[in-house]
């Protein structure tokens, strides 16, 4: 299946997290921040991100923004995980550049669905479906 890199300070979070992923078939990678998150994303290429919002230091939009402006890793799909409900809040994700959003608690149905959509997207974009190609006249 996936190999997916779940950002998330709360412990009880991760652990839940990683264990609705492996129950999926998914392997996960861990970190516990920001800094360490973009690290790992850099060096092992996920499939997809699951991206907590509220961090120590830097956010989960921070860290988002910084994975989209990178060519090496703005091809990974980022899930924000979110205990934020406002609707101006969820705006906030997809400006971040955040390709779906979840609210806290995980619902294993629903992670489950917006995984599979956004991988699906992500191999339609790496074989040449969803690229628009500009040709000069
Ligand atoms: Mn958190």
Excluded: F, W
């Excluded at 990178?70 to 995980?81: E, Y």
């Excluded at 971040?96 to 191999?123: H, M, N, S, V, W």
């Amino acid at each position: 299946m996936a190999h997916i890199l779940i950002i998330e300070d709360n412990a009880a979070n991760m652990k839940l997290a990683v264990l609705l992923l492996e129950n999926a078939g998914h392997t996960s990678l861990c970190a516990a921040d920001a800094e360490t998150g973009l690290t790992m994303a850099r060096a092992s290429r996920p499939d997809l991100i699951l991206m907590d919002i509220q961090l120590p230091g830097m956010d989960g939009l921070a860290a988002t923004k910084l994975l989209k402006q990178d060519p090496h890793t703005a091809g990974i799909p980022v899930l924000a995980l979110t205990a934020m409900a406002m609707k101006e809040d969820r705006e906030k994700t997809r400006l971040a550049g955040c390709d779906a959003y979840i609210a806290k608690p995980l619902r294993y149905l629903e992670l489950y669905e917006k995984i599979d959509a956004l991988l699906t997207l992500g191999k339609a974009a790496a074989d040449g479906e969803a690229i628009p190609v500009q040709r000069s006249p």
